[in-house]
């Protein structure tokens, strides 16, 4: 079983709409989660950080759920700007400062 | 101010050649990680330094990938006899951290090295 795992997707959105990723991660001792965003050919770039009491940017939410070891980003509004792979993140533990990554999934926003 | 940087952008290498990744991080960046991402995964954990101390190198996949950052600035990240399954992006990040806590990294553009 990967440590961190996601829908591949691709998921292919009309503008306007509301949108949700979903990621699960296997090691329970991990402590800090983010989503970060791809654009194609381009470098990972934190989107944001993922807390247990959710957390919300503008038009994206994310969620952590621990007892679940599930999280969530919930995209409002879908922009066409918004087309890019996002990446669900984890870091282990402490003391370890490595991340480890899902494959992606991929969002395409349809004007 | 300037990002991490990465030379060079793109590499074409003949299997058996040996390959040299040069990364510069961000100023004052204690830091620093190498990742490989093949082509539809995402990054996979190479190596990571704090200052020049290599302190975890347990992503390496054989002997054939050594890294280095002898002055805790520059790192370069070695590949030798290229074997086609090396063909990747290999994606350096930076970070400011503090002991106990995790710090933002930040990614460089990568080096897309090919192997015919």
């Known amino acids: 079983r990967k440590e961190v795992e996601q829908d591949p997707g691709p998921f292919n959105v009309p503008e306007g709409a509301t949108v949700a990723f979903n990621c699960t991660y296997s090691n329970s001792a991990s402590q800090s989660f983010f989503w970060y965003r791809q654009d194609c050919r381009k470098e990972p770039k934190l989107l944001m950080s993922v807390y247990s009491s959710g957390n919300e940017d503008g038009r994206f939410t994310a969620q952590l759920n621990r007892a679940s070891q599930y999280i969530s980003l919930l995209i409002r509004d879908s922009k066409l700007s918004d087309s890019a792979t996002y990446l669900c993140v984890v870091h282990p533990n402490f003391g370890n400062e490595k991340l480890t990554f899902g494959t992606g999934t991929r969002l395409t926003i349809i004007p | 101010g300037a990002g991490v940087s990465q030379s060079p952008r793109y590499k074409v290498a003949k299997r058996g050649q040996d390959v040299a990744l040069r990364c510069d991080p961000i100023s004052g960046h204690v830091s620093l990680f190498w990742y490989q991402q093949a082509l539809g995964q995402g990054p996979e954990f190479l190596t990571y330094?704090?200052?020049?101390?290599?302190?975890?190198k347990s992503g390496l996949p054989s002997d054939r990938f050594f890294a280095e950052r002898p002055e805790g600035s520059v790192s370069t990240l070695k590949i030798q006899r290229t074997q086609q399954e090396d063909s990747a992006v290999y994606l350096c990040a930076s970070s400011l951290p503090t002991s106990g806590s995790h710090e933002t990294q930040y990614f460089g553009p990568g080096t897309r090295l090919l192997v015919l």
């Open positions: 330094f704090q200052n020049e101390a290599q302190l975890d």
